[in-house]
């Protein structure tokens, strides 16, 4: 039984977005929900949104499109979008398209907050 990708937006003081994913990121309906997250997050008025995929298991192509959309959403935006908790095989998925040299990706929500600790 596939596991189902788990969205959960909260919005922290000063402006930043956490939305934390959990699950697969890959092809699938389930996915195609993570866009109008940052979207909304953007709308609202979001400085900086993060993407806490600690939870994530696993990322496939369509999941790397997906990030690199959001990340190029939130820039035309000004909203600054930060990376979160990837474990070892999420994150190789991302330096494999070199997608860590144009996002900025951190251990963990806290580090991501003070903008230190970046991973690549």
Known sequence: MP???KIETRELENGITVIELGGRIALGRESTNIEPAVVGAIKTGAKMIILD????????????????????KATQAGTELRISGTKTNVLDVFRITRLVHVVPFFPNVDSALQGNGRLV
């Open 3 to 5: 596991v189902t990708l």
């Open 53 to 72: 995929l600690t939870a994530v298991s696993h990322i496939d192509s369509t999941g790397i499109g997906i990030m690199a959309y959001c990340f190029g």
